[in-house]
T-cell receptor, first 114, second 112 residues
């Protein structure tokens, strides 16, 4: 079955630690995205990538970093510079071409900073 | 600046009746709109879409209406079922960008 796999589902982090969230897709999609969900704020775009070895900042990229070395993978690192990292993180992908494509989401990863 | 707004944070509807979820946008460049359904601790699942060349799109119990002059779209669910209870997000994008802007969501509760 094609889809998006995010891991881990739950992650706890101490303040000052970097953590990396994994996102893998087998849909052969070119574009991949990271969103963050907070209560009452909907989904906010962190980073997106249209093609391998290229990515763009979204609306709330500060304190995050990404890489896109393979088409299937788009890991997100939450660095210690992110002041309020506790949130639900969602990875998504779509076929190439902007504007008229449906996003397919993974099941999400919940990060809690202790 | 919230470009996509869902002004009703919650909605309760009796089973079998119609549910109407609303979404407003401010950017006239948006030309493609999506509705997603989300259960707690899960990823959103795609429901239905509409492009700006249409004013209505229907898929089973779900119909989306687009009023471009008012910059308003709505999702109708008829008849509503208890399994429809979830948070619904609308999202918008425009040609030439990969960015989808999401609203803040409306929590629908269908009462049995």
């Amino acid at each position: 079955d094609g889809g998006i796999t995010q891991s881990p589902k739950y992650l706890f982090r101490k303040e000052g630690q970097n953590v990396t969230l994994s996102c893998e897709q087998n849909l052969n999609h070119d574009a991949m995205y990271w969103y963050r969900q907070d209560p009452g704020q909907g989904l906010r775009l962190i980073y997106y990538s249209q093609i391998v070895n290229d990515f763009q900042k979204g609306d709330i990229a500060e304190g995050y970093s990404v890489s896109r070395e393979k088409k299937e993978s788009f890991p997100l690192t939450v660095t210690s510079a992110q002041k309020n990292p506790t949130a639900f993180y969602l990875c998504a992908s779509s076929i190439s071409g902007p504007g008229a494509n449906v996003l397919t989401f993974g099941a999400g990863s919940r990060l809690t900073v202790l | 600046d919230q470009q996509v707004k869902q002004n009703s944070p919650s909605l309760s509807v009796q089973e079998g009746r119609i549910s109407i979820l609303n979404c407003d946008y401010t950017n006239s460049m948006f030309d493609y709109f999506l509705w997603y359904k989300k259960y707690p601790a899960e990823g959103p699942t795609f429901l239905i879409s509409i492009s700006s060349i249409k004013d209505k799109n229907e898929d089973g119990r779900f119909t989306v209406f687009l009023n471009k002059s008012a910059k308003h779209l709505s999702l109708h669910i008829v008849p509503s079922q208890p399994g429809d209870s979830a948070v619904y997000f609308c999202a918008a994008s425009h040609s030439g960008t990969y960015k989808y802007i999401f609203g803040t969501g409306t929590r629908l509760k269908v009462l049995a």
